[in-house]
């Protein structure tokens, strides 16, 4: 999938809006707690200044539902953008009007500044066409940046375009077309790895990948359900009992089309979700009716490994167990270390964003595999084989 971008000249002394991703953590007193996502634009941002444009950008923080809510304003992002550039960052207390108009029409070249959160505003969610046209009433040219904002149409990352001379910027051009690789055209083997806790959020992303795979390999919450799904007794570790039809239909698939699924042979299991819970090791097909299964054991993380040993391509969706606690971190952490160990040999390797990225980088490996995305949902609905509304403007 190629995606329509800029040149210098579509750009070059033009006022360019740019719909980043700010929704960034903040700590107690406000301030910004990870700049990951902020830093991911940076080399855009520097770009468009070099090249002559009078650069604004615009996101959204939080879920303020549509009202005005303090905690959630941008202003502590631009203080933080402001310290990783080194230079002062205007901020617009608004994100359309009059106001806003001013500052961008007085600002001058090489200046950035940052629009107040569009979600203070209920038309942003809604994609309202009215909203879209005030926002980019302002500016000359659109670029569209935040990946992990693609799968909604909303007023700035849709109805937008149907304003503005609009662009694909690099941090999404480089998601979809290495995800394309991946969904569309995989070397094989081509191994996919999901956990988390639900199988109701991969369901279509296991329909749409089951005929593309050779082995999946699933772990976290909800490989339960489909251990139970296959008979065994699963204790009080979660289940998704209305899935249980899905799990053995999709078992019984798998075999029928030759994809081979492997599930935890062995569980680290606890009477309570506790870092301080006294823990063990069962077998997967012993699992006590007392205990909740919290990650996979020592002889399912060989099991997985070799499994991943010799895959050409692999996607990784969702922890293997509850790994932000150290005594049930392992399985995550092993399957990250063999994922960078691949990658080394010429495997592409994905981790398809969200709690993934979360424990690649708290591990220390997000920069030993080929590619983090920054789009947990965005990621997900592409998996699934939608075409993303963010997206689909720009698709040549």
Known sequence: MRLKTFSNDDISGKRVLVRVDFNVPLSQDGRVADATRIRAHMPLIGQLISAGAKVSLCSHLGRPKGQVVLKYSLKSVADELGRLFGRKILFAEDCVGEGVRGMVESMPHGDILLLENLRFYPDEEKNEDDFARRLASPFEVFVMDAFSAAHRAHASTRAITDHLDSYAGPLLIREVETLSEVRDNPKRPF??????????????????MLDKTDTIIIGGGMAFTFMKAKGLEIGRSLCEDDRLDF??????KARERGVSILLPEDVIVADEISPCALSSTVSG??????????????????????????AKTVLWNGPMGVFEMTP???????????????????????IGGGDSAAAIS??????????????????LEFFEGRMLPGVEPYVI
């Open 191 to 208: 191994v996919l790895v999901l956990g988390g806790a639900k199988v109701s959020d991969k369901i279509g992303v296991i329909e749409n």
């Open 247 to 252: 799990a053995g239909s999709m078992l019984d």
């Open 285 to 310: 097909d012993a699992i006590p009716a007392d205990k909740i299964g919290l990650d996979i054991g020592p002889k399912s993380e060989g099991i997985f490994k070799e499994a991943l040993a010799s």
């Open 328 to 350: 049930f971190a392992g399985g995550t952490k092993a399957i990250a270390e063999e994922l960078a160990r691949i990658t080394k040999g010429g495997s592409l390797t994905v």
């Open 362 to 379: 708290r591990f220390g490996f997000e920069k030993d595999v080929t590619h983090v995305s920054t789009g947990g949902g965005a990621s």
